[in-house]
């Protein structure tokens, strides 16, 4: 029987990575595995990788592939042997974190560009020839930032909420050309990819506003916790193979089922409201704590000033954070007074 010919993108490091050595390295010796990279020189980790698993000869191909540019596109692929790609990893990506404000636009072409940009070269280029062979599945590495909004993650949400609506679009009309595409939802996953930050963590914070700087800072401490807690790329790859194996492959496979209440909570909630109001009571709600704490220290013996001293976005407040900030009954936030504006 032939082997199955994967080709994966953005394979120097993490999940691409391991995901190439993973299939090359499988027992049943049922891959021919493409794992491509923008820079050849970049290529040791992988090698060595390939070496400790011990993948047999001729499982595991490098190919030089920069999903910016068509024509290095079309040389790899003109490189596969076979004559034929089954399976298509669309995994190369860029991060973008900081104030918005603080990217210079060069830079958020440069994450738009291999996110987006560089996946949809990749599909123009595959697709036509899974079409006509009636036979295809396309694997793209997705992330809850595109299933959700996140503080400090515009650019690199906004990248993968235009993947979610292409593959999501393609999926609906390729099964008539027996071809399947889904996406793998990630969470955070030990890689390299907060020390490939497109222009380092924050960008250029100068050009951010004192306060926009105080909030990013107390929410970078919040993201290195919550990265302390990531997934292992080992543990990841496993649901591409889930994905690659399943009969009847579902549009998407998430590596953790952390993130799902948030994700329902967007849908039944069509005016996003509850979904702002929860994200913004777990970045920051602990912050307007300290400061209300603060202010009152300050204002000794009158808590209502105090409590005028912040300022809290609709439906912030639920009685729970009421509660934990000491808010009167009267205080509260009810049907008619659903944020606080600042009084100072």
């Known amino acids: 029987?032939?082997?199955?010919?994967?080709?994966?993108?953005?394979?120097?490091?993490?999940?691409?990575?391991?995901?190439?050595?993973?299939?090359?390295?499988?027992?049943?010796?049922?891959?021919?595995?493409?794992?491509?990279?923008?820079?050849?020189?970049?290529?040791?980790?992988?090698?060595?990788?390939?070496?400790?698993?011990?993948?047999?000869?001729?499982?595991?191909?490098?190919?030089?592939?920069?999903?910016?540019?068509?024509?290095?596109?079309?040389?790899?692929?003109?490189?596969?042997?076979?004559g034929r790609v089954d399976v298509l990893v669309c995994n190369a990506g860029r991060g973008l974190f900081g104030p918005l404000e603080a990217h210079e636009l060069n830079t958020v072409g440069a994450v738009l560009d291999v996110n987006v940009l560089g996946t949809i070269r990749m599909l123009q280029a595959f697709l036509p020839d899974m079409k006509r062979r009636h036979s295809g599945r396309v694997l793209v590495t997705a992330s809850v930032g595109g299933l959700m909004g996140l503080p400090f993650h515009e650019v690199y949400c906004a990248s993968k909420f235009a993947l979610e609506g292409l593959c999501e679009s393609l999926a609906i009309l390729l099964p008539l050309f027996g071809v399947h595409v889904s996406l793998i939802e990630c969470g955070a996953v030990h890689t390299a990819f907060y020390e490939k930050l497109e222009g380092g963590p924050g960008g250029a914070l100068e050009r951010a506003d004192a306060k926009t700087r105080h909030l990013f800072a107390h929410y970078l401490r919040r993201y290195q916790q919550a990265l302390s807690q990531a997934q292992d790329p080992e543990e990841v790859t496993e649901v591409f193979l889930t994905a690659m194996r399943a009969p009847q492959p579902a549009l998407r496979y998430f590596s953790t089922n952390r993130f799902l209440p948030l994700a329902r909570m967007r849908t039944e909630d069509p005016s996003g409201s509850s979904y702002v109001a929860a994200i913004h009571r777990e970045a920051f709600s602990d912050l307007q704590a300290q400061e209300y704490a603060k202010a009152w220290a300050q204002v000794p013996g009158d808590p209502d000033t105090a409590s005028r001293a912040l300022i809290y976005l609709p439906e912030c407040a639920t009685p729970r954070v009421a509660s934990e900030l000491g808010w009167s009954a009267s205080d509260k936030p009810g049907q008619d007074k659903s944020c606080y504006q600042q009084k100072i």
């Open 1 to 82: 029987m032939d082997p199955t010919v994967v080709l994966i993108t953005g394979c120097s490091s993490g999940i691409g990575l391991h995901l190439a050595v993973r299939l090359a390295s499988d027992r049943s010796q049922s891959f021919k595995v493409y794992a491509t990279l923008r820079d050849l020189k970049a290529q040791g980790p992988l090698l060595e990788a390939a070496r400790a698993k011990g993948c047999p000869p001729g499982s595991l191909e490098i190919l030089e592939l920069d999903v910016r540019e068509s024509e290095s596109v079309a040389a790899a692929q003109a490189c596969v042997t076979e």
